[in-house]
């Protein structure tokens, strides 16, 4: 049964891969550190340099998932340092990590969310080595139809979880899909959306999409904060560097809570660290918060979002790697890179690319002891990374992104086409739109009308094909159920209460 | 006024739903034996994106806050250079172009002159070396 992990393992120890995955671990972290670019930023950066590498699908998807968990743990140090959070999942972060800063104990707080984030990644990743090849041997059953309803349900979970207003979240996936749809129809060959331009018949490109989306977009929105003193210069002193093992144990309890907790939020389709960290944090407050002290500097504040945004995300690859449906937007963002491979992430992937889904999964082992080890020793040198004045960041990524899409398509419409969608994000980005949603849709739309479409060839036009199974059924019901219940069940608690009196 | 943000978006939105709508409508489909065709799926999106953009309408979220008016000049002043980038690229080949826009960009946020111009030559000629001999990109030369 583990036979994926032992083949994997075989991959991930070669020189090469471990090299990478120590590489990923290395960047993920410092761009994870770095306030405002986060995992996602980070692997939409560095993706298309990674593919003109020329490595093998398994090498380059070590890498840039060496740079998604690194990311996550890199989060946490603005978080804890400045108040500022570096990246989305991190923002429950700095509830507890910011005043255990104020205090003195930025040392012990950097190095406690050092093994929360460990010990979250370690349950997640052997909750993904034990489920992911059930999941894989159940959705071998999937066809066209229950794909096709496994989409739906994802899009509703995540309008419901994911972002504070569930109407721009649904708007951003309908913007996603729609951006998706441009370019010439697999099925009868019609050109949608191109309006007469050769450069659009193949697609808005992935690469143009990401790094438009996310890096043009964050030097627009970085631009507002570039006169703000206050995340520049003053980093707090760090105290003693290393957390004692008595504060460890005390958290012991909210970690492998929180693990778990954010393990199986992140293996939910569409919903990602934010929602993981937000959860967790709450439920422990309700559970071991007994003297109020959550929110004061309480360690266990810190370790709680900690251990299950880095659960999360590695919860998140399983069902990208069963189902090709992304758990979260960076995963969407790997789904699309492994697809410039010509690899589409499912349920085969395990029978047929062993090499890479178990060669992920064992780097993922390897990378997460790597992260422990650089970031228990090493958080002060790290916390330097802070200091980075935004006129050298911004520079950076402009470079790094224009000589990205620069490599793979040497002509200026992908340039432009690359900025529009950068003004596209940050607007969308002021409006209060997440922008994972867009990505997942942009990543998924097109994988939806063609089960869609696939389905009803199948049953010759009969909609009813669509939940004739019991696996789609189930999922219909499910998605329903996510939409409506939000609103069904204050509705039901309000009125009880005036029913009994 | 206050919430006026998120209703001109939801205008536009309906504007866009129905302008997909319009051109899905438009395609023509050659004979195929697919039943669904390229037009229901987008057809079917516009619709949800215009019931979605009528909420947003009646329930518009907080304004955020946007730009005044020096902030937008800079980001006009951002997207430009970018614009400029792109368009020097290939003619004055990585470096020359990149130390340019480095050096204007670092301005642009904020850098006293010197730290700029340094910036913008270390990182051209250090990133042109990282990329060609690094990561074995080839980037366009310099113009003669």
């Known amino acids: 049964m583990f036979d994926f992990l032992i083949e994997g393992f075989g991959v991930a120890l070669t020189p090469l891969n471990l090299g990478l995955a120590f590489l990923g671990a290395l960047l993920g972290t410092l761009f994870g550190a770095l306030p405002g670019i986060g995992p996602i930023n980070g692997i939409a950066i560095l993706m298309p340099l990674a593919y003109t590498l020329g490595l093998p699908a398994e090498s380059a998807l070590i890498l840039l998932a060496g740079i998604y968990t690194g990311a996550e743990y890199g989060g946490r140090m603005s978080s804890i340092l400045l108040n500022v959070p570096g990246d989305a999942g991190a923002v429950m972060t700095t509830l507890d990590g910011h005043p255990l800063a104020k205090k003195g104990l930025a040392g012990p707080a950097l190095g406690l969310s050092a093994v929360a984030s460990f010990i979250g990644a370690t349950i997640a990743i052997i909750g993904l080595t034990l489920f992911a090849p059930l999941l894989a041997r159940v959705a071998v059953m999937f066809g066209p139809a229950e794909f096709f309803a496994l989409m739906v349900f994802a899009f509703s979970s995540m309008s419901v979880m994911m972002g504070k207003d569930p109407i721009k979240t649904a708007i951003g996936a309908v913007l996603g899909v729609l951006i998706g749809t441009v370019g010439v129809d697999s099925g009868t060959g019609v050109m949608r959306y191109t309006f007469g331009m050769p450069e659009l018949y193949d697609g808005i490109d992935f690469v143009v999409m990401i790094i438009g989306l996310f890096a043009i977009s964050e030097i627009l929105l970085m631009l507002e904060h570039a006169h703000r003193k206050d995340v520049d210069n003053e980093l707090p002193p760090l105290g003693r560097v290393f957390v004692s093992l008595k504060e460890v144990l005390a958290c012991k309890g909210t970690m492998l809570r929180s693990g778990v907790l954010g393990f199986i939020i992140g293996v939910l389709p569409g919903t990602g660290a934010s929602v993981a960290g937000a959860v967790s944090y709450t439920t422990e407050k309700r559970l071991v918060d007994k003297d109020n002290t959550f929110g004061t500097g309480d360690m266990r504040g810190l370790a709680a979002p900690e251990a299950a945004n880095n659960a999360s995300a590695a919860g998140s690859f399983v069902p990208m790697l069963t189902l090709g449906i992304p758990g979260s937007g960076t995963t969407a963002v790997l789904l699309g890179a492994l697809m410039l491979y010509n690899i589409t992430p499912g349920p085969m992937m395990f029978s047929q690319n062993p090499e890479v889904a178990g060669g992920l999964i064992a780097s993922l082992y390897i990378g997460n002891l790597v992260l422990l080890a650089l970031n228990l020793p090493l958080a002060g040198v790290f916390a330097k990374v802070l200091t980075i004045p935004r006129w050298v960041l911004v520079p950076a990524i402009a470079v790094l992104s224009f000589v990205g899409v620069y490599q793979l398509h040497s002509d200026l419409t992908a340039i432009y086409l690359m900025l529009i969608i950068g003004v596209f994000g940050y607007l969308l980005r002021k409006l209060g739109f997440s922008l994972a949603p867009v990505i997942l849709g942009y990543v998924l739309g097109g994988l939806m009308e063609e089960n869609l479409r696939r389905a009803l060839a199948i049953s010759g036009g009969d909609t009813s094909i669509l939940w004739q199974s019991g696996i789609s059924l189930g999922l219909w019901i499910a998605a329903i159920a996510l939409l409506v219940l939000p609103w069904l069940v204050p509705m039901l608690l309000k009125r009880r209460p005036s029913a009994q009196s | ?144």
């Open chain 2, 1 to 144: 006024m206050s919430l006026a943000a998120d209703r001109c978006l939801g205008i536009a939105l309906m504007g866009l739903a129905a302008f997909t709508a319009v051109n899905a409508l438009s395609l023509e489909v050659p004979f195929s034996y697919d039943p669904v065709g390229p037009k229901a799926f987008p057809l079917g999106l516009s619709i949800l994106l215009g019931l979605l953009s009528v909420v947003l309408v009646i329930r518009p979220g907080e304004n955020g806050h946007w730009p005044d008016k020096r902030l937008a000049l800079r980001l006009i002043g951002v997207l430009a250079l970018l614009l400029v980038y792109a368009l020097l690229f290939p003619r004055l080949g990585f470096a020359i172009s990149s130390m340019l826009v480095i050096a204007a960009l670092a301005r642009l946020f904020e850098a006293s002159w010197p730290k700029a111009i340094a910036t913008g030559v270390l990182m051209a000629f250090g990133g042109q070396w990282l990329f060609t001999h690094g990561l074995g990109i080839t980037l366009p030369g310099l113009p003669w």
